[in-house]
């Protein structure tokens, strides 16, 4: 009756048994490179997370951004993504942060290392954008002291 209504589905019985072996071998294939590529894809998330750069935004007393403003740095929030080139989303996000130190309220931003240009241009008008180094890895200069007489 299949044959009658449908003759294409007469055929799929024999379509299976043919492609069933080699379906067996090519799925461990396909799930070896799932795996592989879901594993390098959290690597390279892991690695930009562990990497990434602070800027301190600085406003002056007088600073009152219109929306025009404010959209313009949220546009430019949004280009950071795409700035983090070879990133995954997850860790090329941008982070705003605020902080209370000495009853002074700071705000940073944080984001991928690889965006920095895009994190220090500077958004507003009246906004000072500081770049907050990591001094650890700069040693001091040592000169050794002369020997001999002096």
Same mark, same amino acid.
């Given at each position: 009756m299949l044959d009658v209504i449908h003759p294409p589905l007469g055929d799929l019985g024999l379509v299976l048994s043919l492609v069933t072996p080699y379906a067996g071998g090519v799925a461990p294939v396909v799930m070896a490179s799932w795996l592989g590529r879901k594993?390098? *894809?959290a690597r390279r998330a892991r690695a930009a997370l562990a990497d990434r750069v602070t800027v301190e935004l600085i406003p002056t007393s007088t600073f009152d951004p &219109?929306? /025009?403003e404010v959209a313009r740095w949220a546009r430019q929030?949004? *280009?950071?993504?795409? /700035?983090a080139d070879g990133v995954p /989303? *997850?860790? &090329?996000a941008v982070r705003l942060r605020y902080t209370a130190e000495t009853g002074k309220m700071r705000c940073y931003l944080e984001g991928a290392r690889t965006a920095q240009a895009v994190l220090t241009m500077p958004g507003f008008a009246e906004v000072e954008v500081r770049a907050q180094e990591d001094r650890t890895g700069i040693q001091p200069v040592r000169f050794p002291a002369p020997e001999g007489p002096a």
């Open positions: 594993v390098h *894809r &219109s929306e /025009a929030l949004g *280009r950071v993504h795409h /700035a /989303a *997850r860790g &090329s």
